[in-house]
């Protein structure tokens, strides 16, 4: 069979040609090689060990982020305070923090039961001389943190986000706050693991089917091999939060409240403080695309993997929550 490639105008696309079957180990060289230099070296490897002996065609695709805050913390105020788990257990983290009534570009929204917290990242798009700066209130992303106000209200939060089509848009943070005390975890998230049971359970069963399978358009078929059809779907990604902003990666191989009406009134600060459990999303603002998706369950770890009690595990995907995978179509694939 061979790979029919259409890079088009993608300078990361890669093509690893005829490495494997023959070279298996140099064609795993080569993809992590890809992996390394499309993440900034954020994501070492793609393909841990080798490639099982009936592996035809790896596909791999991968997205960079790192965006700078446009009212970045100071290093000074971070400081260590409890970070209270699921379990009822606390936890060290540190803790970035703003002066006591910092007036920023911060957006905070107030619902029943979470506040949404819009930290906008500074726009650093290359333009001509000639191009007029965008609009400073229109940046092109921003990290959205959605905090349950009960200790262990993000399973809650995250089955209304899924549940209820346009959630997430509808309540994100549309104008400035006068914020009161903010502290938000740096934190450092890596995640691992197959998720092709994950899109079984969406349906996807003829993906990963002999017969229903269908890589025509991919591949052209000699008549001497195999059906081709999808084994596994491995997802690495990750992505560090701190005082300067957010750096993320991620591989696939395969109501604004305290505001006052009057005009003269300070208005009511709002207070933000992210020590338990929360969601976070990296949103492209012009077209509302989800970049990056996770929870943070404990900042003091790094780790996340995908098992059996996936409740306990730290997420973070391109587009997508493993826990909203699970429930809502919607969220696959940004």
Known sequence: MDYIVDRGTNPNSVTIGRAHPTQPGEAVNQINAWARKATNKLIDTVIDGGLPADTDVVVANAVYFKGKWKDPFT?????????????GAAVDASFMQRGTYYDTGDYIACHDGFKVLRLPYDDERRRSPA??????STPRFSLCVFLPDALDGLWDLLDEIASTPGFLQAKLPTRHASVGELKLPKFKLTFSGDIAGVLRGLGLDATFSDREAD???????????????????????????????TEAAASAINMVCGMSM????????????????????????????????GHVLDPSST??????????????????????????????GV
């Open 75 to 87: 290093k000074a105020l971070t400081k260590t305070g409890k970070f209270h788990r699921l379990d």
């Open 131 to 136: 191009s007029p700066p965008p609009p400073p």
């Open 215 to 245: 890589f025509s358009k991919m591949v052209e078929d000699d008549g001497g091999r195999r059906p081709l059809s999808m084994r596994s779907l491995v997802h690495k990604a990750v992505i560090e939060v701190n005082e300067e902003g």
């Open 262 to 293: 009057t005009p003269e009134p300070r208005p009511v600060p709002v207070d933000f403080v992210a020590d338990h459990p929360f969601a976070f999303f990296v949103i492209e603002e012009t077209t509302g695309a989800v970049v990056f998706a």
């Open 303 to 332: 780790a996340g993997a995908l098992d059996d009690d996936d409740d306990d595990d730290e997420f973070v995907v391109m587009g997508c929550l493993r826990y909203l995978l699970d429930r809502c179509m919607a969220f696959v």
